[in-house]
């Protein structure tokens, strides 16, 4: 298979854009480049002043730092970078980008790039090394048949995608409906508050909630806390048993973002068999974080999770794992926690310990206070609802997860021409 560099058929892009053109849609940096080759987010933060790289429709945007995050996005709009990324432009007629794109989607573009990687503790790409990279020389229309065979497997990842992020802005919204406006449904079928339902102060939260509802702290809800465990890569002894072990980077992946759940394989002493986790368990971050993201971001372990693995999981030391009192309450906790994070509040509660931010998760849980109700009945439709949801997601994402690895099987072979897909024409 004949091959040529990428510094042959493609150049950085040299063209500016003012600062004051750039949203929170077309500015890309390395924080809002999602790990694992999965897209990008919406930037949290954007410059207002100057210039910045400018990238176009078909640009490959690639993350310098830290390559074996595996930070790429094929834009789908004009934009502005910054420069902690890279933009290539393919300045070839005889090159797709979407091809191109494909041969560094690759895993062997990233450990290539981390062998001419400059840095230790934050390695950054060499932009002369990696314009070395050899792309595969197929005619036209084989990178069609390629790209097109491969975008069909990321069209329907693409899909399940937006289908959970559709079932959770329900499971929010129902969760607004119901315990932040509390229009729920009340005795006689109608919403509650809307209709006249009585409203008490409390001091606690600040507001008022229904009469029959109490303002509890996080502390009362929680009957007990399991510490992280990083164990170790391989099997030691007896006393040892495989765990998957559940980062900060995979909290995304277990709500339905940031692509796939791939938590590392580790082993575990089995006298720590206390901190493995069980549906229900909620899962908090409480290490990392950046000055425009606290720590404290939490997820939700369901059956759908738990299930979709070979041994049980456990997670990091970065994170920390509750149960509560009510299992029932999970789903209804997560959502008011999630609440409180999307606001800022757990900015005000961190300490730094050599640079890392930690979460004062004990004084947290003293101070701040969830409106509860003192009926069941809410409660466990809530749970019921929002498990039926986390089901639906939890498929998709197992679904994902098997047409990620058979895309990425499939990928270098399609480029080293072991296997041809039909002939496409271009139209």
């Given at each position: 298979m004949n091959k040529v560099a990428l510094s042959e058929i493609a150049k950085y892009s040299s063209d500016r854009v003012?600062?004051?053109?750039?949203?929170?849609?077309?500015?890309?940096?390395?924080?809002?480049?999602?790990?694992?080759r999965a897209g990008k987010n919406r930037s949290q933060y954007v410059p207002t002043s100057g210039h910045t790289t400018a990238y176009k429709k078909g640009d490959i945007l690639v993350a310098n730092i830290r390559p074996y995050l595996k930070k790429i996005w094929l834009a789908t709009n004009d934009g502005g970078s910054s420069a902690d990324v890279s933009t290539l432009r393919i300045s070839s007629d005889q090159f797709l980008p979407?091809?191109?794109?494909?041969?560094?989607?690759?895993?062997?573009?990233?450990?290539?790039?981390?062998?001419?990687?400059k840095g230790s503790k934050m390695p950054r790409i060499d932009k002369q090394h990696i314009m070395k990279f050899p792309i595969a020389d197929f005619d036209i229309n084989s990178q069609v048949g390629i790209t097109q065979t491969l975008g069909f497997i990321d069209q329907k990842i693409c899909i399940n995608n937006k289908i959970n992020?559709?079932?959770?802005?329900?499971?929010?919204?129902?969760?607004?409906?119901?315990?932040?406006?509390?229009?729920?449904?009340?005795?006689?079928?109608?919403?509650?508050?809307?209709?006249?339902?009585?409203?008490?102060?409390?001091?606690?939260?600040?507001?008022?909630?229904?009469?029959?509802?109490?303002?509890?702290?996080?502390?009362?809800?929680?009957?007990?806390?399991?510490?992280?465990?990083?164990?170790?890569?391989?099997?030691?002894?007896?006393d040892s048993q495989k765990i998957y072990c559940i980062r900060g980077a995979d909290i995304n992946a277990?709500?339905?973002?940031?692509?796939?759940?791939?938590?590392?394989?580790?082993?575990?002493?089995?006298?720590?068999?206390?901190?493995?986790?069980?549906?229900?368990?909620?899962?908090?971050?409480?290490s990392g974080g950046s000055p425009t993201q606290s720590t404290g971001r939490?997820?939700?372990?369901?059956?759908?999770?738990?299930?979709?693995?070979?041994?049980?999981?456990?997670?990091?030391?970065?994170?920390?794992?509750?149960?509560?009192h009510n299992k029932k309450l999970s789903y209804t906790v997560k959502h008011y926690w999630d609440r409180l994070y999307e606001a800022g509040?757990?900015?005000?509660?961190?300490?730094?310990?050599?640079?890392?931010?930690?979460?004062?998760?004990?004084?947290?849980?003293?101070?701040?206070?969830?409106?509860?109700?003192?009926?069941?009945?809410?409660?466990?439709?809530?749970?019921?609802?929002?498990?039926?949801?986390?089901?639906?997601?939890?498929?998709?994402l197992s679904e994902n997860q098997k047409l990620t690895e058979f895309r990425d099987w499939l990928l270098p072979m399609l480029m080293n021409g072991q296997v041809r897909v039909g002939k496409r024409i271009i139209h």
């Open positions: 003012s600062c004051s053109e750039l949203t929170v849609e077309n500015y890309v940096s390395t924080d809002n480049i999602r790990q694992n979407e091809f191109v794109y494909y041969n560094l989607f690759q895993d062997s573009f990233f450990d290539y790039a981390m062998q001419g990687a992020a559709e079932l959770e802005g329900m499971a929010k919204a129902l969760y607004d409906y119901w315990f932040v406006q509390f229009d729920f449904q009340d005795e006689n079928g109608k919403p509650y508050k809307t209709s006249g339902g009585k409203m008490v102060w409390s001091e606690e939260l600040k507001r008022e909630i229904p009469e029959d509802w109490e303002a509890r702290s996080f502390e009362s809800v929680l009957q007990k806390s399991k510490n992280g465990d990083w164990g170790t890569e391989n099997y030691t002894n007896s277990l709500n339905g973002q940031n692509g796939v759940l791939s938590p590392p394989v580790r082993y575990i002493e089995k006298s720590h068999k206390d901190r493995i986790l069980a549906p229900d368990d909620l899962i908090i971050e409480i939490i997820a939700h372990i369901g059956d759908g999770v738990t299930t979709r693995f070979d041994a049980p999981l456990v997670c990091s030391n970065f994170c920390k794992a509750i149960t509560l509040i757990f900015f005000n509660f961190e300490g730094k310990t050599s640079g890392i931010k930690n979460l004062l998760f004990d004084q947290l849980t003293k101070d701040l206070f969830i409106p509860i109700p003192h009926e069941g009945t809410l409660v466990e439709e809530f749970h019921n609802v929002s498990s039926k949801f986390n089901d639906m997601a939890q498929n998709n």
